[in-house]
């Protein structure tokens, strides 16, 4: 049996801001029990919900040295699902209103604290890990106290760590003399070929070197991130590492997300039976939002950050000229103000046939994966997405840019050989994206036949998180055998 510890600042369902919660909370049910116990350490939020503060049982306690203090570290736990989760309690770090606040140099205080703690608690718990899986620049450290560590005795020497990188445009940078007094690290660190980058410290870069395996979460992602344009400054580190870097595309939790047993959707449906139950989604929808109702009309969905890595300027540039069209257009999401205010005013202009959702709600992006015809996503990055693999599995064909995990997880239709599970186009570009719109229109309104054999394939597609728990149990055999 090898032990497992997975190291992230964020985990459903305890703790969520983003996709990054959704693989730490899900992806360890998958691993195979009888060869894995992996366990997942995360901070003690006081902005937990709290059902899950109740659950938590007290382990216990020290003291550790960080930012020149002593610090309390507390450590609960629980288990669910046959998972054990420990949380790593500190109030003065941890009793925000949300798990990031936004002041750079407190966020990397902070995650210098739980990085540490991390590795501190080991010996408490009685659970050693054969390797830790550090997510994201919040544990960019790990990799780094732990090669310090070392020099502490045998009982750290010969763990292994593996990095995955989530989104490497954010990465934990600030002024190395205000790191090296918060990590309390050696000089020699604070180096360019170790934690230096630019003149500042770098906590990413920090896990990214010291990592024995770097993966993201997508293969096209992995190769992408050793360019310039999508590198985020570190594309020549990511080359020097490509050896250890692999791309492996993130899962979704099939249970969840399943339209034949959703309680959340007006009628459920499959792959057998969607061309008569899934219209009465759409319908239902229509009359909750006050769009025109007509089970006919093609209906496109966006729930997402509204944002600019998500290609909504595409979309501002040609939102008139698409609403000319026979579609209506669903949106639901917050973000920048501009794009919010954006589909307001549209939603205000072609009312009936816009409807903009500007809060998020998961109950609602259920009943608009289920119900919509097509899902548009145009990202200028997009190192996985989980919005697409929702798409699929609901058969609600994904219009999407090819970049990252999304020209990894979505086939492009081919006419001719009668393939495809959706539709993409190359170039970050606003008319490439709306031809490529009214191309799905014209299948849509004048092949019926072939967008439903389209929807077929979509909804047989498999990316649930067994496939991705066999390729990191791969992974984690290279470094650490059977």
Request: a negative charge; proline letters at 4%.
């Amino acid at each position: 049996m090898k032990n497992i510890l997975f190291a992230a600042s964020e985990c459903v369902p305890f703790i969520k801001t983003g996709g990054l919660a959704d693989v730490v909370g899900s992806l360890p049910k998958d691993f195979d029990r009888e060869k894995y116990d992996v366990r997942v350490v995360i901070p003690n939020y006081t902005c937990m919900k709290q059902e899950w503060k109740e659950k938590l049982e007290y382990v216990t306690h020290f003291y550790m040295d960080i930012a020149g203090q002593n610090q309390y570290v507390g450590v609960l736990k629980t288990v669910l699902n046959d998972i054990t989760f420990y949380f790593i309690d500190n109030e003065h770090y941890f009793s925000g209103f949300a798990p990031y606040d936004g002041d750079p140099k407190w966020e990397i205080e902070k995650f210098a604290f739980f990085s540490k703690a991390v590795l501190s608690i080991l010996p408490v718990i009685g659970f050693r890990p054969d390797l830790i899986h550090c997510h994201d620049w919040q544990t960019g450290l790990i990799p780094v106290y732990l090669d310090n560590f070392r020099y502490l005795g045998e009982y750290y020497r010969g763990i292994k760590t593996v990095m995955t990188i989530h989104n490497l445009k954010f990465q934990g940078v600030w002024d190395t003399k205000t790191v090296r007094g918060i990590t309390g690290l050696p000089e020699y660190y604070f180096v360019p070929d170790k934690m230096e980058a630019y003149k500042d410290a770098n906590l990413l870069k920090g896990g990214i070197v010291y990592a024995d395996k770097v993966t993201t979460v997508s293969g096209s992602y992995a190769e992408e991130i050793k360019t310039p344009f999508y590198g985020e400054g570190l594309d020549g580190l990511m080359s020097a590492r490509s050896g250890d870097l692999c791309g492996i595309v993130n899962g979704l939790d099939y249970t969840d997300w399943n339209p034949e047993t959703d309680y959340r959707i007006a009628k459920q449906f499959n792959i057998g039976n969607f061309r008569k139950n899934k219209p009465a989604n759409k319908t239902s929808l229509q009359e909750e939002l006050g769009l025109e109702c007509d089970p006919k009309v093609m209906m496109i969905g966006m729930v997402s950050r509204l944002t600019d890595q998500k290609g909504f300027d595409l979309v501002d540039y040609v939102m008139d000229e698409l609403c000319q069209d026979a579609v209506q257009i669903v949106v639901l999401g917050t973000g920048d103000v501009k794009y919010e205010n954006m589909f307001r005013h549209f939603a205000w202009k072609y009312s009936g046939k816009v409807s903009a959702n500007i809060y998020y709600s998961d109950d609602l992006s259920h009943r608009i994966y289920a119900s919509c015809d097509a899902f548009l996503m145009p990202s200028l990055f997009e190192p996985c997405g989980l919005s697409q693999l929702m798409s699929l599995r609901y058969g609600t064909i994904p219009i999407v840019r090819e970049t990252g995990g999304l020209k990894d997880t979505v086939e492009a239709y081919n006419e001719y050989e009668k393939t495809g599970t959706g539709f993409s186009f190359c170039n970050y570009n606003a008319h490439e994206m709306l031809s490529t719109i009214r191309y799905a229109e014209r299948i849509y309104y004048d092949r019926k036949r072939d967008w439903n054999k389209i929807v077929e394939r979509a909804m047989s597609q498999d990316f649930s998180w067994k496939n991705s728990a066999r390729q990191y149990e791969d992974l984690y055999r290279s470094l650490i055998g059977e």
